[in-house]
């Protein structure tokens, strides 16, 4: 993937977020889009192999479109201003299953992440069920040298006070407070544009993510 091309394009769309210009530079878009559907290619079959239980749409399918939804939102611009793609076990595209997630644009808009982001009643209560039995596994997996190496701790939004279900004394409330469980890689765009092989550090920060999906798979779907 050309990536310096890319942030280049995307810098300019921020600026001029509108269909003129963006159909004037549309043959740029297609052959940037092309490049990086090739790096999903090859980011889903080698996540495959470490995570067996993938079975998403394939790499290219995978890629969320650039057209915004503007129905209900205040933002009227009609195109993202970066490329994402997410990996999920789930049949389809689907953000509400445990997956891989990543976002590549300009102005510190490139993070590497996964997990459940914001799971429904039904998950949320599934999965802190799971730390209640087994926070053994769960602290073991965030403690992985190399999962503290990307992510440093586990991320996502909290409760203030405890979950009605659990007491405020639970020796893992803590954990039980999340309400969303996600790990995050932020990098600045100079570690993007310049570094020699970004498509295999990607699939190096995946790899260290597969356990922790695992578990949240395992408590999901259980």
């Known amino acids: 993937m050309q990536l310096k091309p890319l942030f280049t394009f995307l810098t300019g769309l921020a600026k001029h977020n509108e269909r003129p210009w963006f159909q004037e530079r549309k043959p740029t878009y297609d052959q940037l889009r092309a490049q990086f559907d090739e790096d999903a290619e090859f980011w889903f079959r080698e996540l495959a192999k470490l995570d067996p239980a993938l079975a998403g749409p394939g790499g290219r399918k995978s890629v969320f479109r650039i057209y915004r939804d503007v129905r209900f939102s205040n933002n009227k611009d009609p195109y993202k201003t970066h490329f994402s793609v997410y990996f999920t076990a789930s049949a389809g595209k689907e953000v509400d299953a445990p997956g891989y997630y990543l976002q590549l644009g300009p102005n510190g ?81 100079a570690e993007v544009v310049d570094h020699a092989d970004f498509r295999a550090y990607v699939l190096e920060v995946f790899r260290a993510m597969v356990p922790f999906c695992q578990f949240l798979r395992g408590a999901t779907e259980a």
């Open 109 to 189: 808009q490139t993070l590497i992440a996964g997990g459940l982001y914001m799971p429904d009643k039904t998950q949320l209560a599934a999965i802190r069920q799971e730390i209640d039995y087994n926070a053994a596994g769960l602290k073991a997996l965030l403690a992985a040298p190399d999962f503290r190496r990307y992510f440093g701790a586990l991320g996502g939004d909290k409760l203030k006070k405890s979950p009605a279900a659990y007491s405020p004394e639970h020796p893992e409330i803590e954990l039980l407070k999340h309400k969303s469980f996600v790990a995050t890689h932020p990098l600045a765009d």
